[in-house]
């Protein structure tokens, strides 16, 4: 079995060499054969010269350079169609979410799902929380994810989180329209519709080390109750 590790970048010269490495770890010490997709939006903080360094050390790492900005949720969906892997696991630059769950997550595949999602709410799981701020987004998404999974009817608690694993052929016939962030409830939405088994894990979240979070939840808050309004519908 082959793994493809797809990371959208953004600005995140700093982070994403960390993450890489982490990958590289876990590859190692479970004997795994995988790959790393780096998409980048055109950061321009450098993010695309770091990587180029990075692929001189680890030759795994692949590189696509996007034009522009089109959202998280595009730039994760060009890399699923991409990635030559027969489980696709997705994850964030920022060292928020670790690839020690791989093994979690091909267990869980191993058991017969096609799409497993790292949850942030289920027990056994974390959700580090120091500042006032954190709590905040901790209970809109938590309360919104809760919403999301009855309005959509996915058995799942974490519909919008991007940490998953995914089998490849998957990919290849669930259509998604979203581009950002409910891109990700989209597709397990559309992933359940089609008779995908849909599946979670608990997993740890934590603040971001390096860099800037992206993420606006006021304006981030709309486009999912609007997106879901339109998956209701359709």
Do not use: C
Not at 22 to 31: E, F, G, P, Y
Not at 108 to 131: A, L, Q, T
């Amino acid at each position: 079995m082959k793994i493809s590790y797809v990371i959208p970048t953004y600005n995140e010269k700093d982070s994403v060499p960390v993450q890489v490495r982490r990958i590289q770890n876990v590859l190692r010490k479970n004997k795994l054969n995988g790959e790393i997709l780096i998409i980048d939006d055109s950061s321009p903080d450098g993010t695309a010269e770091v990587v180029r360094k990075l692929q001189k050390k680890y030759k795994n790492v692949r590189l696509f350079v996007r034009p522009k900005k089109e959202g998280v949720g595009a730039a994760y969906l060009f890399g699923y169609v991409r990635a030559r892997g027969d489980v696709i696991i997705g994850i964030d630059a920022d060292g928020s979410q670790n690839p020690e769950y791989t093994m979690d997550f091909l267990k869980k595949i191993g058991e017969g799902y096609d799409v497993v999602v790292g949850s942030r709410y289920i027990k056994g799981s974390y959700y580090e929380r120091k500042s006032k701020e954190d709590k905040r987004h901790y209970f809109v998404s938590k309360y919104g994810n809760r919403f999301a999974s009855i309005w959509t009817s996915v058995p799942i608690h974490d519909v919008f989180h991007s940490f998953r694993a995914i089998k490849r052929e998957v990919v290849r016939h669930v259509k998604t329209e979203g581009k950002g962030n409910s891109f990700f409830m989209e597709f397990v939405f559309r992933a359940n519709q089609k008779g995908y088994r849909v599946g979670e894990i608990p997993v740890s979240f934590l603040k971001r080390a390096r860099g800037q979070a992206k993420t606006r939840l006021g304006k981030e808050s709309v486009k999912a109750i609007k997106a879901l309004l339109k998956l209701r519908w359709s």
